[in-house]
């Protein structure tokens, strides 16, 4: 497989410094992309540089993924408009823990020669003083050279500080150690990194061969970016409505994260399916295909996102968010119901009313039609009468069963979890919590 052409025909192939793709041809190179860890979790922004690891090891080279315990201390002015705040150093480690397990998801660190490793620069920085930094690195790089760089220029109206305009030196200086302790010629990121990265290559190129031309020196450092992932109208891909669309399970829930998937629009599943798949050519244009004839399928929506669930959240999970998908929008039985998990339940019904009643008044509820009006104080239906109206309407169910006896017992009634029931009011769900 040829990793420069696997991206560009998955449109993934945004820059590259003169000379890579020779590199990468001629053997087997080391290549690395950096995560800082500015949150316990990865989000989908950030899968689209983890695949460019993926894809890489794919065909036969070694990735490396850096975890910057170091960098993340700092914070990268790349995009931002303003400073980012510090993170206290136990937060970072919990975070640097939480992106170091996501990451293993992705790659194989035990298939031989090209195993992937994993790196903190917090090891190689927490013993550098400052003047040693100087020394070693702020020598090599002058002032003009780092104000010429985008993530500097847009923010100089605004105002950066000193720390983050030295931030690329220490991206810099990772490369350059990573080149000489690992033996890593390629760094790689999303397009807006390209200044901080060719600041480490210029860095190398400097250190290495300090009495060499700019202009006629062999790199022997290389670069690579890839597009940030927009939406057809140019918006920012990656938030749903409550924010960043996360890897981790508890800030993202895998039902949530299954339907943002399966919500995208069409005219986005080309780039996407390209992106964030493994999927070969050949498997994605006959989806696109079969999409085309009968787009109410949605069945690149949902190659996206079976795809993308498994390899994140593992095949069990998937298989529940489908349930889960299916209990809300299909024909749900109480047995459908009883399948899904605390977590997986309150994620599908999110935003539904919900009344809170005690055990005590719901083991002292007589029926069916007093649990549905006087038990949960007319939040379901005003009075009595309404309710037994809708009783008598065929309008009423309860855990998806259609339900018109109002003396029915109440105890004779399935909590789901132990605590919760589904009552439908005609077309409108209602959640009643007991305990």
């Keep these: 497989m040829n990793f420069i052409e696997e991206l560009k025909w998955r449109g993934m192939f945004h820059q590259t410094m003169p000379g890579t793709e020779e590199q990468l041809q001629k053997e087997m190179t080391s290549a690395y992309i950096g995560f800082d860890p500015t949150a316990k979790s990865l989000h989908i922004g950030n899968l689209a540089t983890v695949m460019l690891l993926v894809h890489l090891q794919r065909a036969g080279h070694k990735p490396y993924a850096l975890v910057g315990g170091a960098t993340g201390m700092v914070g990268d002015p790349s995009g931002k408009s303003a400073e980012r705040q510090f993170l206290d150093e136990n937060v970072l480690k919990e975070n640097q823990a939480g992106v170091k397990a996501q990451l293993e998801r992705f790659l194989d660190f035990d298939c031989g020669e090209n195993s992937a490793e994993m790196v903190n620069n917090y090891d190689w920085f927490k013993e550098f003083g400052f003047l040693d930094f100087l020394r070693e690195v702020g020598k090599y790089i002058s002032v003009n050279y780092m104000m010429s760089k985008d993530s500097v220029k847009t923010r100089l109206t605004t105002g950066i500080s000193y720390t983050e305009f030295t931030y690329q ?163 749900a039985t109480l047995e459908m119901l009883q399948e899904l998990d605390e977590k997986t339940f309150t994620s599908v019904f999110d935003g539904v009313p919900q009344t809170n009643i005690s055990k005590a008044d719901y083991d002292a509820c007589e029926s069916l039609l007093d649990l549905i009006s006087v038990t949960t104080n007319g939040d379901i239906y005003t009075s009595k009468g309404e309710a037994r109206r809708a009783l008598k309407g065929n309008a009423v169910s309860v855990n998806k069963t259609k339900l018109q006896d109002e003396k029915l017992v109440v105890s004779e009634l399935a909590l789901l979890n132990n605590k919760y029931l589904l009552i439908g009011k005609g077309k409108k769900n209602h959640i009643v919590r007991v305990g």
């Design 169 to 331: 030196l220490l991206q810099g200086y990772d490369f350059y150690h990573l080149y000489k302790n690992k033996n890593i010629r390629l760094q790689m990121g999303g397009s807006d990194q390209w200044g901080n990265i060719t600041t480490g290559t210029e860095l190398i190129r400097r250190k290495e061969n300090a009495d060499s031309d700019a202009e006629t020196a062999d790199y022997t450092a290389f670069a690579l970016t890839t597009p940030l992932v927009t939406k057809a109208d140019g918006a920012k891909f990656g938030k749903s409505e409550s924010g960043n669309v996360w890897l981790d399970a508890d800030l993202t829930s895998p039902y949530q994260f299954y339907q943002f998937w399966i919500n995208q629009a069409d005219e986005d599943c080309k780039r996407l399916i390209r992106v964030f798949t493994l999927l070969s050519q050949e498997e994605i244009e006959k989806l696109e295909a079969e999409q085309a004839e009968a787009p109410h399928l949605r069945v690149v929506q949902k190659a996206i996102a079976e795809d993308v669930t498994v390899r994140v959240h593992g095949q069990e999970q998937y298989d529940l968010a489908v349930k889960a998908s299916q209990v809300l929008y299909g024909k």
